[in-house]
């Protein structure tokens, strides 16, 4: 094999694997956190003797372990979100939205979400999802925000995601450095790494009063957009 082939299919295997990491982390990690909370939350109910609204919530676990089963099962063979199966991306994120403020009652939660899926390629779909999702794993994690807006539009001239929430914020210059740096978190790092896989970028607007705005973009008029076909 001549050296610039194998140099070529040296980055491609490398590339396939971080974005196998990224599945796991960004799909398969929020799906367990999800269970651990409802899971927290039927123990609350339970130990206060609220059996039928324990046994509601054990069945919506069971539900999301299947799900959590049948998203591994699909990054193992396709390496495409389950919940995008039929192509409703639109829907998906609807669900994703709803299951977020579901899990997380003390956040005020509103979205406008509008995604022509047909025309948008299925690499930038799977990446604005995995973004979202993540961003919204970050909000509950470290906010401590009381409102949380998610803004999605996707159609063949861009697809955007946006989430903004009023929380403590952070010094993005510094978080981004050390998520990078380190191999403690790997979030933001994943995020970055993603948008610029498919051809997007992400901008990070962050302060201690005005709480932070992440906005992902992909203007699929250009080039890179138009490159980033089936994932
Ligand atoms: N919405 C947010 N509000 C406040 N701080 C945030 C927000 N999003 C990210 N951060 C800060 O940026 C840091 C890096 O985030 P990142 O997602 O890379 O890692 P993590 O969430 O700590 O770990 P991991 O994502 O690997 O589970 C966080 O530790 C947190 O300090
Ligand atoms: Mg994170």
Same mark, same amino acid.
């Given at each position: 094999m001549d050296a610039p082939l194998s140099a070529h299919i040296e980055a491609a295997v490398a590339r396939e694997r971080r974005r196998i990491a990224h599945d796991l982390h960004d799909g398969i990690g929020q799906m367990l956190a999800t269970i651990r909370l409802r899971a927290d939350h039927a123990g609350i109910l339970l130990a206060d003797g609220h059996a039928d609204a324990g046994a509601q919530l054990l069945d919506l676990i069971k539900t999301t372990v299947s799900g959590t089963v049948a998203e591994l099962r699909r990054i193992c063979w396709c390496?495409?979100?389950?919940?995008?199966t039929g192509g409703d991306v639109a829907g998906a994120i609807v669900r994703l939205v709803d299951t977020f403020g579901d899990c997380h009652p003390t956040f005020h939660v509103t979205s406008r979400i509008k995604v022509n *899926?047909?025309?948008?390629p299925d690499a930038v779909v799977v990446a604005a999802y995995r973004i979202l999702q993540e961003a919204l794993h970050n909000v509950s994690k470290h906010s401590g925000a009381n409102r949380v807006r998610v803004e999605v539009f996707g159609s063949r001239h861009s697809m955007s995601v946006r989430v903004k929430d009023d929380g403590r914020g952070f010094d993005t210059a510094r978080g981004i450095r050390a998520a990078m740096a380190?191999? *403690? *978190?790997y979030g933001l790092a994943g995020m970055y790494e993603r948008a610029a896989l498919t051809g997007g970028n992400i901008s990070i607007y962050s302060g201690p009063t005005d709480g932070t705005i992440l906005s992902a973009k992909w203007p699929l008029a250009t080039a890179a957009g138009r490159g980033a076909t089936k994932s």
């Open positions: 390496f495409c979100p389950a919940e995008m *899926s047909r025309q948008i380190t191999n *403690s *978190s």
